[in-house]
C-alpha cells in the first residue's frame, strides 16, 4: 500500500526519512530507470502497482530520473506523477498475453532511453534483449515461481519456465523479492544473472482505523477471520474454508474478499464447500483505506499463498499488526521469521489454529501484534527497501549514449 493513499489513517511518515538518508551519502552520478510492467502509477490495483508508485516517488526525490509505464485507457492520462514520467502503451483485452504485449511494447520504446530498465514480472523477458542490445542494464523481478501456479493451462506453463530461463540469460540482475525464491532459482540455473535478494515494503499502521468500515461489511471489530487473495489454489482457500468448519462454532465468521464473479471449476468448489458455514464472500475491495481497516480489526488474518516470493498482502498483515493463521512453506516462514504464527499444512491444521486464535488471551493477543509490526518496521519498512534500490542503482553503470538523448534533454528541462 503506496504511502500517501491511506487518507486519513495514521501511518509512519517515512518519506521524509528515506529521502533525507539518500541525502546524507556521498554524491553520485544520478541514473535514469524505467519501470515497467505494472499497470501503471499512482497505485490502484497490486504489488507490482505499490512497488513502482514508492519506487519512483523515493527515487525521483534522490534525484534520479524516473520514467514509469502505465497502461493505456480511455482517456489520456497524466505525462507526470511525483516528478515521474508516465508513458502509455496498449494493452489489448487479451487476457494473460495483453501484459506481454504492453510490456514489450515499452521495452522497445525505451531501449535506448534509460541506464536501466526494470522489468514487473518475466511474462515478457524474452523482449528485454531488445533494450540490452541498445545498452541498457537489464534488472528483471520475477514475482514468485509463475509456472507453479495452478491456474496456468500446460502451454502457459511451459511458457513462464521458457521465460524464466530467459530471465536469466537476459538480465544483468535478477532481482529477487524473497531469499527463498533465490535459492530456487540458482538451484535450476547454475549460470546466468547476478541475483540480488531486495523485499516488497509496507507501511506501518500505528493506531486504530475507524469500526464504521468493518461494521459496512457487517463485520465486528476482533470478532472475524479475513483472507484478501485471489480465489486460485495455490493460495489454499479451500484448506482454511474446511479448516473453518472443522473447527466447529466459533462465532466469528471468515470473511474473504476475492472475486467470485467468474465461476471457474475452483471458485465453484469453494462456494460448496462453504454452505453451511458462517463463510462471507465480500467481493473486491482495492480501496486501500477500506483494505487497512478491514485487516487492522480482524481477529487475525488467514494466509495461504505458496508459490510467490514475498506476498504484498502477508506484509500489509504485518503492517497492522493482524495475528496470522498461515500455510506453512518456505517463502512464509521467511517472511514471518520470529513472529508467533499459527500454521497449517491440513484443514486439520487449520482447523486448529483457528480455536487456538480464538482463545489467545488479552496480552498474547497484543504480543502477537506488536511482534507483527515490529517485524514490518525492522525488515520491510519502505525506507529499508527503497534505500536497498538506492544502493544498487548508484552501483549500476551510466550508460554514455543516454546523457544527451533529446527525451533526456527535454525532461531535464522540464524538470531540472
Same mark, same amino acid.
Given at each position: 500500500m503506496p504511502a500517501g493513499l491511506?487518507?486519513?489513517?495514521?501511518i509512519e511518515a517515512q518519506t521524509p526519512k528515506a529521502v533525507a538518508a539518500f541525502k546524507s551519502d556521498p554524491p553520485a552520478r544520478k541514473r535514469s530507470i524505467a519501470i515497467v510492467g505494472s499497470r501503471g502509477i499512482p497505485a490502484r490495483y497490486g504489488g507490482f502497482e505499490t512497488a513502482a508508485d514508492v519506487l519512483a516517488r523515493r527515487l525521483v526525490a534522490a534525484g534520479h530520473r524516473v520514467i514509469v509505464s502505465c497502461e493505456e485507457g480511455p482517456e489520456p492520462g497524466p505525462d507526470t506523477y511525483a516528478g515521474a514520467e508516465l508513458r502509455y502503451y496498449p494493452a489489448p483485452p487479451l487476457g494473460s498475453a495483453s501484459t506481454i504485449i504492453h510490456d514489450s511494447l515499452a521495452l522497445w520504446d525505451l531501449r535506448k532511453e534509460v541506464d536501466i530498465i526494470y522489468l514487473l514480472g518475466y511474462g515478457a523477458a524474452f523482449a528485454a534483449t531488445l533494450p540490452r542490445m541498445a545498452g541498457a542494464e537489464i534488472w528483471i523481478n520475477p514475482d514468485g515461481v509463475e509456472w507453479a501456479r495452478a491456474k496456468w493451462p500446460p502451454l502457459a506453463k511451459a511458457w513462464f519456465r521458457a521465460m524464466e530461463y530467459m530471465t536469466m540469460r537476459v538480465a544483468h540482475r535478477v532481482v529477487s523479492d524473497a531469499e527463498a525464491l533465490a535459492d530456487h532459482l540458482r538451484s535450476r540455473h547454475t549460470t546466468g544473472a547476478e541475483i540480488t535478494t531486495i523485499a516488497y515494503g509496507t507501511d506501518i499502521v500505528l493506531r486504530a482505523p475507524c469500526t464504521a468500515i468493518a461494521n459496512s461489511f457487517g463485520l465486528k471489530a476482533d470478532q472475524y477471520f479475513l483472507i484478501v487473495c485471489r480465489l486460485e489454489p495455490e493460495n489454499h482457500i479451500l484448506e482454511a474454508i474446511e479448516g473453518y468448519k472443522a473447527a466447529g462454532t466459533l462465532g466469528m465468521p471468515l470473511?474473504? @474478499? *476475492?472475486?467470485?464473479?467468474?465461476?471457474? #471449476?475452483?471458485?465453484?468448489?469453494?462456494?460448496?464447500?462453504?454452505? =453451511?458455514?458462517?463463510?462471507?464472500?465480500?467481493?473486491?475491495?482495492?480501496?486501500p483505506e477500506k483494505l487497512a481497516a478491514l485487516r487492522y480489526h480482524a481477529r487475525a488474518y488467514v494466509h495461504g499463498h505458496s508459490v510467490g516470493g514475498t506476498n504484498?498482502?502477508?506484509?500489509?498483515? @504485518? *503492517?497492522?499488526?493482524?495475528?496470522?493463521l #498461515?500455510?506453512?512453506?518456505?517463502?512464509?516462514?521467511?517472511?514471518? =521469521?520470529?513472529?508467533?504464527?499459527?500454521w497449517f499444512s491440513t484443514q486439520e491444521d487449520a482447523a486448529e489454529g483457528y480455536k487456538?486464535?480464538?482463545?489467545?488471551?488479552?496480552?498474547?493477543?497484543?504480543?502477537?501484534?506488536d511482534a507483527a509490526r515490529n517485524r514490518a518496521r525492522n525488515t520491510y519498512s519502505w525506507d529499508l527497501i527503497a534505500d536497498s534500490y538506492e544502493q544498487l542503482l548508484n552501483a549500476a553503470p551510466l550508460v554514455a549514449s543516454r546523457l544527451r538523448s533529446p527525451r533526456r534533454e527535454a525532461a531535464q528541462v522540464a524538470h531540472p
Open positions: 491511506l487518507g486519513g489513517l495514521p470473511a474473504i @474478499l *476475492g472475486s467470485t464473479e467468474i465461476k471457474t #471449476a475452483y471458485v465453484k468448489k469453494l462456494l460448496e464447500a462453504a454452505e =453451511g458455514a458462517d463463510v462471507r464472500f465480500l467481493g473486491t475491495e482495492y480501496n504484498p498482502s502477508l506484509l500489509e498483515a @504485518l *503492517g497492522v499488526g493482524n495475528m496470522m #498461515a500455510h506453512d512453506n518456505p517463502f512464509n516462514r521467511e517472511v514471518l =521469521g520470529e513472529v508467533p504464527v499459527q487456538a486464535l480464538v482463545k489467545t488471551d488479552e496480552l498474547e493477543v497484543r504480543t502477537r501484534r
